[in-house]
């Protein structure tokens, strides 16, 4: 893992343009954890990564690093071998740069790997006095390089477009929710204010038939008193009466 790690820093370092020490001093620690624990394909992979990143600097080292790896990555071995007929070249080993530029030229897809090939071949024919024919590559070089520059400039305008239209849809759809979370609230506060005024209008009502329950109870409760006392009254008289009748007879 930790060479893993090392390696992805190294990478992104190298990406981000720091310093030369700090990219090698990573992918060589990763390099060497690989080898301690036995994980040759990434060893040999960081290998290469490191050729790639001396090249120019330090040719012997850079090719003695690819060479390493050479043999363990058939498929991409056009893509070293253009780094290891630069290196040679650099280091006037033009026969073994010859060797390596075949292998690489052979290799007739358009990638960005065979611009380090083509330059190479121009640097061998250079030394050589064939500037015609040196000439022809490094115009060829340029060429590629232009195409793929163009190429990648599509690429990043075609992510751009990409972005500007995710952006666009996550602004409108954050607006979205923003109305409808708005909507929203107001629908709550409506029906808040809606239910608050049938509760208001209930409790009202509710007091109103409490008060005319209790007035009427009243009503009845004086009524049956108004009446009772007309009663006793009545029996009152016709006793007063009886009795006054028995005075009198």
């Known amino acids: 893992r930790k060479a893993y790690a090392y390696r992805e820093i190294g990478n992104m370092y190298k990406q981000l343009n720091y ?15 690989s080898n301690e624990v036995g994980d040759s394909l990434n060893y040999y992979d960081i290998l290469i990564s ?12 850079s090719k003695e690093y690819i060479l390493k790896a050479y043999e363990h990555f058939p498929i991409s071995k056009p893509y070293n071998a253009a780094y290891l007929a630069k290196a040679y070249s650099g280091l006037n080993m033009q026969d073994s740069a010859l060797y390596y530029l075949r292998i690489s030229l052979a290799d007739t897809s358009n ?4 611009i380090i090939g083509l330059h190479a071949a121009a640097l061998i024919f250079k030394s050589k006095g064939d500037y015609k024919a040196a000439y022809y590559y490094l115009d060829k070089a340029h060429t590629l390089r232009d195409s793929t520059y ?33 909507m929203a609230i107001w629908i709550a506060l409506l029906m808040i204010a809606g239910l608050t005024t049938v509760i208001v209008f209930l409790l009202i009502n509710n007091q109103h038939k409490k008060k005319h329950a209790r ?10 008193e108004s009446e009772t006392t007309q009663i006793r009254n009545a029996q009152k008289r016709a006793l007063l009466d009886v009795r006054l009748h028995n005075k009198i007879d």
């Open 50 to 61: 490191l050729g790639r990143l001396l090249l120019e600097r330090d040719n012997y080292r």
């Open 215 to 224: 007035d009427a109870t009243e009503r009845q409760r004086l009524k049956y």
């Open 19 to 33: 310093p030369f020490d700090s990219v090698f001093h990573c992918l060589n620690l990763a390099a060497k954890l």
């Open 111 to 114: 990638t960005p790997y065979r």
């Open 150 to 182: 163009q190429q990648n400039m599509r690429s990043q305008l075609y992510r751009i477009d990409r972005q500007y239209d995710v952006a666009q849809k996550e602004h409108e759809n954050a607006r979205l929710k923003i109305y409808n979370r708005n």
